[in-house]
């Protein structure tokens, strides 16, 4: 009898635990509406799988195309609707999507990967505050021409990779208060970018050519606090920005 009772306690507690620990493992589930051109994604971490030519020898490569279950659709989808729940978006997941004009964010997002929407066509990208870093060529423009003349940063970001936004098309830019990090050419070719204010007074690092082939007369605001520090920084990424403390 006491044999039977703890079998069914046993039962009891597995059964219990097993709701909570299946949603935490809920797979990346997704599906394209043919009607509006739209792919809504919902699960945790949208991670791609490596090529089958993908060669250990060579090294890992950010550039490196990963294959997702949605990449046949690049040349399709026009709006993306990512689901609450998603804490990371990873490498290239919509990289080379050349319609794509628009994406829900959904909150609680963590982290951008590398090339995860480099050459699509949005305009404007107002990002969650709770993304905290923003890696290489994010949003960079290389085969299509940049679009994107709106940019809100996030409010609990630390760091924007290297060429996060190159190539982009806005004219004014807010670095929020806890960014420590603006990594090489994060802003390089910006050429419409003509006012950047630096809201963080947490900088330890601004890359070579950050801020490099901006729009003429632009202008970089920094907090005094921080003036010597970061005019040092800054002048090294920037060849003709005037820099002006606030």
């Known amino acids: 009898m006491k044999k039977i009772v703890f079998i069914l ?64 659709m690049r040349m399709k989808v026009k709006k993306i609707i990512l689901k ?12 080379d ?48 021409s940049g679009k994107i003349k709106k940019l809100k940063l996030p409010a609990k970001l630390r760091k924007i990779g290297k060429a996060a936004f190159e ?6 830019v807010t670095i929020p208060s806890k960014v420590e990090k603006i990594e090489t050419r994060a802003f390089c070719g910006c050429e419409y970018l003509k006012k950047i204010v630096i809201k963080s007074k947490k900088l330890k690092k601004v890359g070579s050519r950050a801020f490099a082939d901006m729009g003429k007369d632009a202008v970089i605001y920094i907090p005094k606090e921080r003036e010597t520090e970061y005019r040092k920084m800054i002048e090294d990424s920037t060849a003709h920005a005037q820099i002006v403390v606030q």
């Open 84 to 95: 609450d729940g998603i804490k990371k978006i990873g490498h290239n997941a919509f990289g």
């Open 9 to 72: 306690s046993m039962v009891l507690i597995a059964t219990t635990c097993a709701s909570p620990c299946m949603a935490k493992q809920k797979k990346v589930t997704y599906k394209y509406k043919a009607s509006n051109k739209s792919l809504t994604i919902s699960g945790k971490y949208l991670k791609g799988k490596l090529p089958p030519d993908f060669s250990e020898k060579e090294g890992y490569n950010e550039a490196t195309k990963y294959d997702y279950k949605w990449s046949p």
């Open 167 to 172: 190539e982009q098309k806005m004219s004014e």
């Open 97 to 144: 999507f050349g319609k794509l004009e628009s994406v829900k964010f959904p909150k609680g997002l963590k982290s951008i990967g590398a090339y995860a929407f480099c050459d699509t066509r949005m305009k404007k990208l107002d990002l969650p505050d709770e993304i905290e870093e923003i890696k290489s060529s994010a949003f960079k423009s290389t085969m299509v």
